[in-house]
């Protein structure tokens, strides 16, 4: 698959009537295509900022995310705290808006509500506030308002954290499951909806509604693995989406206009997106794609969907309001209560069950209308402050309690113990390891053919050794310490709080010291007490890492001489101290990841010795012709035994290389692999830029996100 402007080119194979299938291009036009260098910045400019600033016009949008299982939609909408996706980004900048309004017209006051539910096996889930409801959550449509979902919680938000705060919740509760294509699979469609209410000088109201869809994954059984509930959790939305396939379809054919059904309520997903598909919004669709070959045929099907989507076209409107005008709505709502009342007692056979639920719903809609444009706005603060107490009990009862998990693995109440940290904050706190007490001992190392049984901390992956580490708990001191044992040819790695400890190296630990073992795994020790595995992020770590590491390496000589070099090479150029402070991180940001690299490389030349021997190293490209350009860092490419340079990797091609190395790591490793990456390595022309897929394996091209209005 290859990505070219706005041009995805995608190859498929097309069964022939005898023989091999042959291999056909098929070509797709869209807006915008993202490939895989685009990070979620990128991807928030060209589909989440369009979607806020139509709204703060008065325009409703809809933003959804469609594609097969495991192609990235939840990752692309929400991400991880170190790299957020299109929501959060686009709640920062909201409240950004309000604090700082520099638009030709500001608005004098922005009031914002926040709503979350879930579809699950096409029932309605309110995701803000999980208790009980009296009786379950439907879809309404009111002639002037649209569709909406009565009852449903919408929270009063005053900052971005409050959003934040209701985005993080409403995910821990959301139904994910491990599937054999993803380890955290939405079983569910997700709605985030934000209701902005802007009050201007003049008295007027403007109301505009955004609303974020992420759509659960469309998967085969066959390739999930699903069995049991996820089959049924997967059968349920492959119906719902199969039904969004055929309003899509309808509606690109003109049924609308031609007076032709379309089943809308045939699922509560697409009831609920109604307005957004063929009413009053701007929408876009995000259309996320796997580059594997073997996924060619659903990528191709995604592909087709998002061309199909491009041929419909919304009514978006522009709904002001008078200062007069909410009063006279809250009226007629009162009105049409009234009237629906007087009907269902003068006439109980006449759908009781019907006029009771549009009862209700009017009065839901009454109450949400009036404290978003009304006097009651304060009430929606309190009862959100109050819900938020609410919610810290559910997620309490969720947890279980360190103690009770030592009681089960028979540990004394109070031992100390480690806590994962991960970049992704969903699996941050999902690995405990209770420390041994004195005077056993609790022992780091892989579980290998080469490995010290038994090991009580089993840990596989680069830097780790068959012993890496020893730590201690003697708990008439309380006090804990940890030694490294491997010596330094195994190439073990372990860091505290950032500082590489030496073999044979003891050091105490205490309370919140952060401890990586090899290059992948990072915890926290927790003693006297609980921890909030959320406390400590994995920015934190890669940040006590990175400052660490240029401290030392500002000390070698040799990067000394090469650090005044490139100082004088950026005065003589008179680059701005801004400009040469970012360039100077994106060095550091390398020499932490050359480190890596090498290490990879060296354990990968000890499996397969007929990979070059490879020495990597951080410098600055130059262009001596002008003095105008500033330096760009790149990563060097020697070959060691004949002090060859073969290629000068730029930084923002370096990150490609390093999970191609790290796959062909990991593969090596577990003995997987090796014909394919023993013919790509010890090609030097893999090394030197031009990177030459296996033809029996997957490609290597980037993965486009299609963004089609």
Known sequence: ?????????????????????????????????????????????????????????????????????????????????????????????????????????????????????????????????????????????????????????????????????????????????????NSTSSRSHSVLTLRITQVFGNGKIRNSNVHLCDLAGSERVKKSGAQGQRMREGASINNSLSVLGQVISKLAAGADKKGAHVPFRQSKLTHLLMDALSGDSVTTMLANVSPARSEAEESLSTLRFAESVKKIKTKPLVKDLTPEEPDLLLESFRTQIEVLQQALAKDNTCLPGGLSRAIEASQGLMQSFSQRTGARWAEAVEETKALQLIQQQVLQDMCLRVEDVGQLAGVEQGAPYLLNISDDPSLSGCLLYFLRTGPAISTVGCLGPDSIA??????????????????????????????????????????????????????????????????????RLVMNGPCNPWEEDFATVSQEVL??????????????????????????????????????????????????????????????????????????????MSTKDIPAPVVQVW?????????????????????????????????????????????EEWWSGDALPDPASDTEEPVPEVVSP
């Open 1 to 181: 698959m290859k990505v070219d402007g706005n041009v995805v080119n995608i190859q498929v194979d097309v069964d022939q009537l005898y023989g091999a299938p042959e291999v056909e291009e098929r070509q797709f036009v869209y807006d915008h295509c993202l490939g895989h260098r685009a990070g979620q910045d990128k991807l928030y400019q060209v589909v989440g900022e369009p979607v806020l600033n139509n709204a703060l016009d008065g325009f409703n949008g809809t933003l959804f995310a469609y594609g097969q299982t495991g192609s990235g939609k939840s990752f692309s909408l929400m991400g991880p705290t170190s790299n957020p996706g299109v929501i959060p980004r686009l709640a920062k900048q909201l409240f950004q808006t309000i604090d700082h309004d520099t638009r030709e017209e500001p608005a004098s006051e922005i009031r914002v509500t926040m709503s979350f539910l879930e579809i699950y096996n096409e029932e309605l889930k309110d995701l803000l506030d999980p208790r009980p409801k009296k009786k379950k959550l439907y879809v309404h449509q009111h002639p002037k308002l649209g569709v909406y979902v009565p009852h449903l919680t919408e929270a009063a938000t005053e900052s971005a954290e409050d959003c934040f705060r209701l985005l993080d919740f409403g995910a821990k509760i959301r139904a994910t499951a491990q599937t054999n294509m």
């Open 454 to 523: 038994p090991n009580s901390i089993v840990l596989t992956g680069l830097g780790i050794p068959a012993r890496l580490c020893e730590i201690q708990y003697m708990a008439d001191s309380k006090r804990v310490t940890i030694v490294k044992v491997c010596p330094e040819e195994d190439r073990g790695r372990l860091l505290l709080n950032g500082r590489p400890l030496h073999s044979s190296e003891e050091a105490e630990l205490h309370h919140g010291d952060r401890i990586v073992f090899g290059w992948a795994f990072c915890f």
């Open 547 to 624: 400052e660490y590491s240029l401290t030392t390496s500002m000390q070698d000589m040799g990067m000394m001489r090469a650090t005044g070099y490139w100082q004088s090479e950026l005065d003589r150029r008179n680059v701005s101290y801004e400009d040469a402070e970012q360039l100077m991180s994106i060095i550091g940001t390398l020499i932490v990841q050359v480190d890596e690299a090498s290490a990879l490389c060296q354990e990968v030349r000890d499996v397969m010795p007929n990979v070059p021997l490879i020495k990597l190293g951080v410098g600055l490209c130059v262009d001596f």
């Open 639 to 683: 070959k060691n035994d004949e002090r060859r340079l073969l290629a000068a990797w730029p930084a923002s091609d370096f990150a490609r290389r390093l999970n191609a190395l790290r796959d062909a790591h990991r593969e090596v490793v577990q003995d997987q692999g090796q014909n394919r990456w023993a013919w790509r390595l010890s090609c």
